[in-house]
T-cell receptor
Framework: SQQGEEDPQALSIQEGENATMNCSYKTSINNLQWYRQNSGRGLVHLILIRSNEREKHSGRLRVTLDTSKKSSSLLITASRAADTASYFC?????????????FGEGTQLTVNP | NAGVTQTPKFRVLKTGQSMTLLCAQDMNHEYMYWYRQDPGMGLRLIHYSVGEGTTAKGEVPDGYNVSRLKKQNFLLGLESAAPSQTSVYFCASARSNYGYTFGSGTRLTVV
């Protein structure tokens, strides 16, 4: 079962616009991470936000975390054509067998030039 | 600094054949993982390891076995391949509470 669920499934915007993707999850987490995957490639880690943090920035990326609502959002500002990719949220849970990440199904972002 | 290296990158198997996928990392990470990704879906965890000599089952472990004899290597085995195992397989390594580093994937087709 998928822990994280992204919304929307697909998003198409014009270059220069902002893109917002949302993620909801079901159980308590240690942290939440966002990844990008270009077509046919591996996943690249973008940003990690810990369960005791509410907001984090990295360049044009802004991530928020609301643990009371079990949700997160990823904002990409001033988007570029090169931002076209699939974006996945993933939650890290610490169990008796160690750390493991559970991924959502992703948001396909298309940035049109 | 290679990061995470997966071999092979592509493979076609006949139903019933066996194979081993190799994952190697040079970052001295304790944790290693094998995921599979199917069209339109996120990644699903097959098996993982929290240290040399240890392995644990993930979400979809049936039909796969793993071994971690050395800290830097994590092997994924398919004993008797089935068409349902056609997928893209990703290996990752990590330290706890840090982002994962993924390999570039192995595209496996079982005919």
């Amino acid at each position: 079962s998928q822990q994280g669920e992204e919304d929307p499934q697909a998003l198409s915007i014009q270059e220069g616009e902002n893109a917002t993707m949302n993620c909801s999850y079901k159980t308590s987490i240690n942290n939440l991470q966002w990844y990008r995957q270009n077509s046919g490639r591996g996943l690249v880690h973008l940003i990690l936000i810990r369960s005791n943090e509410r907001e984090k920035h990295s360049g044009r990326l802004r991530v928020t975390l609301d643990t009371s609502k079990k949700s997160s959002s990823l904002l990409i500002t001033a988007s570029r054509a090169a931002d076209t990719a699939s974006y996945f949220c993933a939650t890290e849970n610490l169990g008796t067998s160690g750390s493991r990440l559970t991924f959502g199904e992703g948001t396909q972002l298309t940035v049109n030039p | 600094n290679a990061g995470v290296t997966q071999t092979p990158k592509f493979r076609v198997l006949k139903t019933g054949q066996s194979m081993t996928l190799l994952c190697a990392q040079d970052m001295n990470h304790e944790y290693m993982y094998w995921y599979r990704q199917d069209p339109g879906m996120g990644l699903r965890l097959i098996h993982y390891s929290v240290g040399e000599g240890t392995t644990a089952k993930g979400e979809v472990p049936d039909g796969y076995n793993v071994s971690r004899l050395k800290k830097q290597n994590f092997l994924l085995g398919l004993e008797s391949a089935a068409p349902s195992q056609t997928s893209v397989y990703f290996c990752a390594s990590a330290r706890s509470n840090y982002g994962y580093t993924f390999g570039s994937g192995t595209r496996l087709t079982v005919v």
